[in-house]
């Protein structure tokens, strides 16, 4: 059975900093693209980045909104998707969700979400 | 403001038929078969429905149907049942060609969503 679990999340400045994990199981973590999308509150639904496998080359790609200040890594050892968001602004308020993705946009598995919230 | 476009809500009685559109341009929905669509119940994950405009995932009930026609795809649910209230999200690749058109690299969109009442 497929598994990805968020954590990390909580309550932080703006100009502050937070990393969100995903912890995956029950597919080949090494061989799969992954993807984060995030929801602000009462929204829709805003893609973040994506994250290829390293036989692709392990190279991202991220929102406009975001660039420059989130990155996502992996750590296919440990089975770990991560993104590391900096400069925080009120408007990265939203449940993060760690996603899978194949072809040319497909989300297929979601984790359970993660609340970041920035506030003063 | 989303990039694709979708009614805000649809609704139908049990049995009907309803189709929820997604209109995009020729950068994305339009110039691609990559539209996606998610159904989303109140406080969990979204659920990917439809992928590549007509193709269902495995254990995806077949009342859930695509199409495209242009630059604007459609999700139809027919013999609409209690357990579809939910909302419904439609995505599609966007060329990084876009840049200079929209001033966004970003490479998959979401429509804002339509909700789905069951009467």
């Known amino acids: 059975e497929v598994q990805l679990v968020e954590s990390g999340g909580g309550l932080v400045k703006p100009g502050g900093s937070l990393r969100l994990s995903c912890a995956v199981s029950?597919?080949?973590?090494?061989?799969?693209?992954m993807s984060w999308v995030r929801q602000a509150p009462g929204k829709g639904l805003e893609w973040v980045g994506r994250i290829k496998s390293k036989t692709d080359g392990a190279t991202t790609d991220y929102a406009t909104p975001v660039k420059g200040r989130f990155t996502i890594s992996r750590d296919d050892s440990r089975n770990m998707l991560y993104v590391q968001m900096n400069s925080l602004k009120t408007e990265d308020t939203a449940v993060y969700y760690c996603?899978?993705?194949?072809?040319?946009?497909?989300?297929?598995?979601w984790g359970q979400g993660a609340l970041v919230t920035v506030s003063s | 403001q989303s990039a694709l476009t979708q009614p805000a809500s649809v609704s139908g009685s049990p049995g009907q038929s309803i189709t929820i559109s997604c209109t995009g341009t020729?950068?994305?929905?339009?110039?691609?078969?990559?539209v996606s669509w998610y159904q989303q119940h109140p406080g969990k994950a979204p659920k990917l429905m439809i992928y590549d405009v007509t193709n269902r995932p495995s254990g995806v009930s077949n009342r859930f149907s695509g199409s495209k026609s242009g630059n604007t795809a459609s999700l139809t649910i027919s013999g609409l049942q209690a357990e579809d209230e939910a909302d419904y999200y439609c995505?599609?690749?966007?060329?990084?060609?876009?840049?200079?058109?929209?001033?966004?690299?970003?490479?998959?969109?979401f429509g804002p969503g339509t909700k789905v009442t069951v009467l």
């Open positions: 995505s599609s690749y966007r060329s990084s060609s876009t840049l200079f058109v929209f001033g966004s690299s970003t490479l998959y969109v």
């Open positions: 996603t899978t993705f194949a072809g040319w946009n497909r989300f297929d598995y």
């Open positions: 020729s950068s994305d929905v339009g110039g691609y078969n990559s």
């Open positions: 029950g597919f080949t973590f090494s061989d799969a693209w």
